[in-house]
């Protein structure tokens, strides 16, 4: 059985690794492919690759990256973003990505807008009730978000996502955080439950409106840290 490993450190360098794997994660879902229409998943990793070095170096202060890679190879299978609250920019920094020189962060940013990116224009209704979920059921007070979360479609169900968010929540503990997270889909419910997490509410879309069989079910989630009060 192939072994992994927990890098918490991503690079510029990562950048096409990373698009593989976070495209190929979702490629088989109805609502991205809806997003993403008469487009293929080679010409969308293509695409995400011109922009990740750009937005691995975006906020740097309070974002941090980590990726589960392929012991044999290297090979990124899984990653996370995870974003800190300000007041503790300084905390966690192994896993912030290193900073570049001017010179390239302008070659990033002009290859970032550069890159088509283009999604469907009548599917921000779609995105309505997930704001309203994310403001009814996010903590109040500063928490940690897990902003993404994606393991390559060869490689889940072997416990990868589980070590990205058990890294995570090693650090909220010790920053005394609460981490709040969105699921699109329900297929990773029950990992987020076995690690701590509450369901705090739903939001069931039917994509049938929009000529697609298939659902975009969100799903909100808080876990409170083991040295709060909750």
Same mark, same amino acid.
């Given at each position: 059985?192939?072994? !992994? *490993?927990?890098?918490?450190?991503?690079?510029v360098?990562?950048a096409?690794?990373?698009?593989?794997?976070?495209?190929?994660a &979702?490629?088989?879902?109805?609502?991205?492919?809806?997003?993403?229409?008469?487009?293929?998943?080679?010409?969308?990793?293509?695409q995400?690759?011109?922009?990740?070095?750009?937005k691995?170096?975006?906020?740097?202060?309070?974002?941090?990256?980590?990726?589960?890679?392929?012991?044999?190879?290297? *090979?990124?299978?899984? !990653?996370a973003?995870?974003?800190?609250?300000?007041?503790?920019?300084?905390?966690?920094?192994?896993?912030?990505v290193?900073?570049?020189?001017?010179?390239?962060?302008?070659?990033?940013e002009?290859e &970032?807008?550069?890159?088509?990116?283009?999604?469907?224009?009548?599917?921000?209704?779609l *995105?309505?009730?997930?704001?309203?979920?994310?403001?009814?059921?996010?903590?109040?007070?500063?928490?940690m978000?897990?902003? !993404?979360?994606?393991?390559?479609?060869?490689?889940? $169900?072997? #416990?990868?996502? $589980?070590?990205?968010?058990?890294?995570g929540i090693?650090?909220?503990d010790?920053? $005394?955080?609460?981490?709040?997270?969105?699921?699109?889909?329900?297929?990773?419910?029950?990992?987020?439950t076995?690690?701590? &997490?509450?369901?705090m $509410?739903?939001?069931?879309?039917?994509?049938?409106?929009?000529?697609?069989e #298939?659902?975009?079910?969100?799903? &909100?989630?808080?876990?409170?840290?083991?040295?709060?009060?909750g």
């Amino acid at each position: 059985m192939e072994s !992994y *490993k927990l890098v918490s450190r991503c690079t510029v360098d990562d950048a096409r690794d990373l698009a593989e794997n976070n495209m190929s994660a &979702f490629g088989r879902e109805s609502w991205w492919n809806l997003l993403w229409t008469n487009k293929s998943l080679d010409y969308m990793v293509a695409q995400c690759a011109r922009q990740y070095p750009a937005k691995l170096l975006s906020a740097r202060d309070v974002t941090r990256h980590q990726k589960v890679v392929e012991a044999s190879t290297g *090979k990124a299978v899984g !990653y996370a973003r995870w974003i800190l609250p300000e007041s503790l920019a300084g905390n966690w920094l192994e896993a912030r990505v290193p900073g570049v020189d001017e010179e390239d962060k302008m070659r990033y940013e002009e290859e &970032f807008a550069a890159a088509d990116w283009t999604m469907r224009g009548d599917l921000d209704v779609l *995105k309505v009730p997930v704001r309203e979920g994310i403001r009814k059921h996010a903590p109040k007070r500063p928490h940690m978000v897990l902003d !993404y979360l994606a393991v390559h479609p060869s490689h889940q $169900g072997r #416990g990868i996502a $589980g070590m990205l968010v058990q890294s995570g929540i090693r650090q909220a503990d010790v920053l $005394g955080l609460d981490i709040s997270l969105v699921a699109i889909g329900g297929r990773a419910l029950a990992m987020y439950t076995r690690n701590g &997490f509450e369901l705090m $509410g739903q939001c069931l879309q039917d994509l049938e409106p929009w000529g697609v069989e #298939g659902f975009y079910n969100t799903y &909100f989630l808080v876990r409170h840290a083991a040295n709060t009060d909750g």
